[in-house]
Protein backbone atom coordinates (compact mmCIF):
# COMPACT_ATOMS: atom_id res chain seq x y z
CA UNK A 1 0.00 0.00 0.00
CA UNK A 2 1.36 3.84 -0.81
CA UNK A 3 1.87 6.56 1.65
CA UNK A 4 -0.43 9.28 1.28
CA UNK A 5 1.25 12.43 1.37
CA UNK A 6 1.17 13.94 5.25
CA UNK A 7 1.65 9.84 6.83
CA UNK A 8 5.39 9.23 7.27
CA UNK A 9 4.64 5.17 7.73
CA UNK A 10 1.23 3.73 7.19
CA UNK A 11 -0.08 4.56 10.28
CA UNK A 12 1.65 7.59 11.95
CA UNK A 13 1.70 11.20 9.90
CA UNK A 14 3.88 13.62 9.64
CA UNK A 15 3.54 14.99 13.31
CA UNK A 16 3.93 11.80 14.66
CA UNK A 17 0.02 11.01 15.52
CA UNK A 18 -0.58 7.26 15.60
CA UNK A 19 -3.88 6.38 13.43
CA UNK A 20 -5.72 3.38 13.17
CA UNK A 21 -5.81 2.61 9.91
CA UNK A 22 -3.25 2.66 6.86
CA UNK A 23 -3.41 6.23 5.22
CA UNK A 24 -6.57 7.30 7.67
CA UNK A 25 -6.59 10.41 9.63
CA UNK A 26 -8.45 9.06 13.14
CA UNK A 27 -9.20 11.59 15.83
CA UNK A 28 -7.67 9.34 18.55
CA UNK A 29 -3.90 10.01 17.21
CA UNK A 30 -2.18 11.21 20.84
CA UNK A 31 -4.68 8.57 22.43
CA UNK A 32 -2.93 6.04 20.43
CA UNK A 33 0.49 7.45 20.87
CA UNK A 34 0.47 7.40 24.62
CA UNK A 35 -0.52 3.64 25.04
CA UNK A 36 2.62 3.36 22.49
CA UNK A 37 4.42 5.14 25.03
CA UNK A 38 3.37 3.73 28.27
CA UNK A 39 3.77 0.01 26.71
CA UNK A 40 7.78 0.07 25.21
CA UNK A 41 10.25 -0.17 27.39
CA UNK A 42 11.98 3.12 28.01
CA UNK A 43 15.58 4.15 29.29
CA UNK A 44 16.43 7.93 30.30
CA UNK A 45 16.88 9.30 26.95
CA UNK A 46 13.77 7.45 25.62
CA UNK A 47 11.57 9.24 27.83
CA UNK A 48 13.16 12.84 27.53
CA UNK A 49 12.92 11.90 23.79
CA UNK A 50 9.35 10.75 24.02
CA UNK A 51 8.08 13.79 27.19
CA UNK A 52 9.44 16.07 23.85
CA UNK A 53 7.69 14.69 21.39
CA UNK A 54 4.11 14.37 23.26
CA UNK A 55 4.71 18.35 24.24
CA UNK A 56 4.85 19.00 20.58
CA UNK A 57 1.99 16.53 19.80
CA UNK A 58 -0.43 19.04 22.64
CA UNK A 59 0.94 22.04 21.57
CA UNK A 60 -0.53 21.38 17.92
CA UNK A 61 -3.46 20.17 19.56
CA UNK A 62 -3.76 23.15 21.77
CA UNK A 63 -6.98 25.89 19.91
CA UNK A 64 -4.39 28.67 20.14
CA UNK A 65 -2.07 29.82 22.30
CA UNK A 66 -3.88 32.48 24.00
CA UNK A 67 -6.56 29.15 25.01
CA UNK A 68 -4.13 27.04 27.19
CA UNK A 69 -6.16 24.20 28.22
CA UNK A 70 -8.74 24.42 25.26
CA UNK A 71 -7.55 20.77 22.40
CA UNK A 72 -8.88 20.62 18.98
CA UNK A 73 -8.36 17.86 16.38
CA UNK A 74 -5.99 20.14 15.02
CA UNK A 75 -3.55 19.81 12.97
CA UNK A 76 -5.95 17.86 10.46
CA UNK A 77 -9.24 19.31 11.81
CA UNK A 78 -9.16 22.56 13.87
CA UNK A 79 -12.67 23.19 13.54
CA UNK A 80 -13.56 20.29 15.83
CA UNK A 81 -13.04 19.80 19.62
CA UNK A 82 -10.75 16.65 20.84
CA UNK A 83 -12.50 13.73 21.68
CA UNK A 84 -12.85 13.05 25.11
CA UNK A 85 -10.35 9.95 24.92
CA UNK A 86 -7.63 11.95 23.46
CA UNK A 87 -8.43 14.70 26.10
CA UNK A 88 -7.84 11.66 28.65
CA UNK A 89 -4.22 10.93 27.23
CA UNK A 90 -3.06 14.33 27.49
CA UNK A 91 -3.90 15.01 31.21
CA UNK A 92 -3.29 11.37 32.48
CA UNK A 93 -0.03 11.66 31.06
CA UNK A 94 1.00 15.02 31.98
CA UNK A 95 0.17 13.75 35.11
CA UNK A 96 2.07 10.46 35.39
CA UNK A 97 5.34 13.12 33.94
CA UNK A 98 4.77 15.91 35.76
CA UNK A 99 3.95 18.33 32.96
CA UNK A 100 1.20 20.98 33.20
CA UNK A 101 -1.36 20.06 31.04
CA UNK A 102 -3.96 18.81 33.94
CA UNK A 103 -3.51 21.90 35.56
CA UNK A 104 -4.05 23.73 32.35
CA UNK A 105 -6.81 21.84 31.51
CA UNK A 106 -10.52 23.76 30.86
CA UNK A 107 -13.63 21.80 32.33
CA UNK A 108 -16.08 24.51 33.31
CA UNK A 109 -18.49 25.24 30.24
CA UNK A 110 -17.10 21.92 28.36
CA UNK A 111 -19.30 18.83 27.84
CA UNK A 112 -17.61 16.36 29.63
CA UNK A 113 -19.44 13.29 31.58
CA UNK A 114 -19.25 13.69 34.88
CA UNK A 115 -16.77 11.11 35.95
CA UNK A 116 -14.65 12.48 33.61
CA UNK A 117 -15.22 16.27 35.18
CA UNK A 118 -14.30 14.15 38.79
CA UNK A 119 -11.20 12.32 37.30
CA UNK A 120 -10.11 15.35 35.71
CA UNK A 121 -10.68 17.60 38.87
CA UNK A 122 -8.87 14.53 40.59
CA UNK A 123 -5.72 15.21 38.63
CA UNK A 124 -5.51 19.10 39.59
CA UNK A 125 -5.78 18.39 43.73
CA UNK A 126 -9.25 19.06 44.01
CA UNK A 127 -10.12 17.88 47.42
CA UNK A 128 -13.94 17.20 46.54
CA UNK A 129 -12.88 14.90 43.64
CA UNK A 130 -10.71 12.71 45.40
CA UNK A 131 -13.75 12.03 48.06
CA UNK A 132 -15.60 11.19 44.52
CA UNK A 133 -13.16 9.06 42.98
CA UNK A 134 -15.04 6.34 43.50
CA UNK A 135 -17.45 7.53 40.66
CA UNK A 136 -14.41 7.15 37.66
CA UNK A 137 -13.38 4.15 39.24
CA UNK A 138 -16.96 2.51 39.34
CA UNK A 139 -17.05 3.41 35.47
CA UNK A 140 -13.60 1.93 34.75
CA UNK A 141 -14.47 -1.38 35.79
CA UNK A 142 -18.16 -1.49 34.24
CA UNK A 143 -16.41 -0.67 31.11
CA UNK A 144 -14.00 -3.73 31.71
CA UNK A 145 -16.79 -5.86 32.75
CA UNK A 146 -18.98 -4.73 29.43
CA UNK A 147 -18.61 -7.23 26.07
CA UNK A 148 -19.69 -5.80 23.81
CA UNK A 149 -21.42 -2.10 22.18
CA UNK A 150 -23.62 -1.07 19.68
CA UNK A 151 -22.91 1.73 17.28
CA UNK A 152 -24.75 2.50 13.91
CA UNK A 153 -26.59 -0.46 14.58
CA UNK A 154 -23.92 -2.81 14.57
CA UNK A 155 -22.84 -4.95 17.64
CA UNK A 156 -18.81 -5.44 18.29
CA UNK A 157 -16.90 -6.21 21.07
CA UNK A 158 -16.09 -3.10 23.28
CA UNK A 159 -12.39 -2.49 23.90
CA UNK A 160 -11.93 1.31 23.92
CA UNK A 161 -13.29 1.70 27.30
CA UNK A 162 -11.35 -1.17 28.79
CA UNK A 163 -8.07 0.24 26.56
CA UNK A 164 -8.97 3.95 28.17
CA UNK A 165 -9.23 2.21 31.60
CA UNK A 166 -5.64 1.20 31.58
CA UNK A 167 -4.16 4.37 30.49
CA UNK A 168 -5.61 5.56 33.66
CA UNK A 169 -4.63 3.50 36.63
CA UNK A 170 -1.30 3.12 34.68
CA UNK A 171 -1.14 7.04 34.33
CA UNK A 172 -3.05 7.29 38.22
CA UNK A 173 -2.46 5.05 41.44
CA UNK A 174 -5.53 3.21 41.42
CA UNK A 175 -4.73 -0.33 42.84
CA UNK A 176 -7.73 -1.51 43.67
CA UNK A 177 -9.50 -0.37 40.62
CA UNK A 178 -6.38 -1.57 38.27
CA UNK A 179 -6.13 -5.24 40.16
CA UNK A 180 -10.48 -5.46 39.91
CA UNK A 181 -10.46 -4.55 35.99
CA UNK A 182 -7.25 -6.82 35.17
CA UNK A 183 -8.93 -9.70 37.16
CA UNK A 184 -11.71 -9.59 35.10
CA UNK A 185 -9.94 -8.58 31.83
CA UNK A 186 -7.45 -11.38 32.26
CA UNK A 187 -10.58 -13.95 32.95
CA UNK A 188 -11.74 -13.37 29.53
CA UNK A 189 -8.93 -12.27 27.67
CA UNK A 190 -5.62 -14.45 29.87
CA UNK A 191 -2.70 -13.13 31.02
CA UNK A 192 -1.49 -11.55 28.08
CA UNK A 193 -5.06 -9.20 27.85
CA UNK A 194 -3.41 -6.20 26.33
CA UNK A 195 -2.26 -7.73 23.56
CA UNK A 196 -5.56 -9.54 23.03
CA UNK A 197 -7.36 -5.93 23.17
CA UNK A 198 -5.12 -4.40 20.83
CA UNK A 199 -5.16 -6.66 18.28
CA UNK A 200 -9.34 -6.41 18.55
CA UNK A 201 -9.34 -2.93 18.33
CA UNK A 202 -6.47 -2.61 15.60
CA UNK A 203 -8.38 -5.79 13.81
CA UNK A 204 -4.88 -7.98 13.74
CA UNK A 205 -2.67 -5.29 11.64
CA UNK A 206 0.66 -7.21 12.26
CA UNK A 207 2.78 -3.79 11.65
CA UNK A 208 0.46 -1.06 13.23
CA UNK A 209 3.08 0.36 16.24
CA UNK A 210 0.74 -0.96 19.04
CA UNK A 211 0.67 -4.34 17.82
CA UNK A 212 4.19 -4.22 17.01
CA UNK A 213 5.31 -3.38 20.87
CA UNK A 214 4.30 -6.57 21.99
CA UNK A 215 6.66 -8.19 19.67
CA UNK A 216 9.43 -6.40 21.05
CA UNK A 217 8.51 -7.36 24.39
Not at 108 to 122: A, E, M, N, Q, T
Amino acid sequence: MSIKPGFKTKFIDNYGLIHAYPNEYSENGILFFVENVLKTKKDTLDKIFLIYRFNDLVIKHSVSFESIGEYSQNPWSPKDPASHDNVTAIVAFSYLYKLRYHMDLKILGKFYHPRDVIFYSYLKGNILAKLLMFIPSIAMILSCLRKYKVRNGIKFEAVDGKLLATIRYKCVKMPITKFICEYIMKKRYGENFEEKLYRIYFRNQEDHPNIEMFKKG
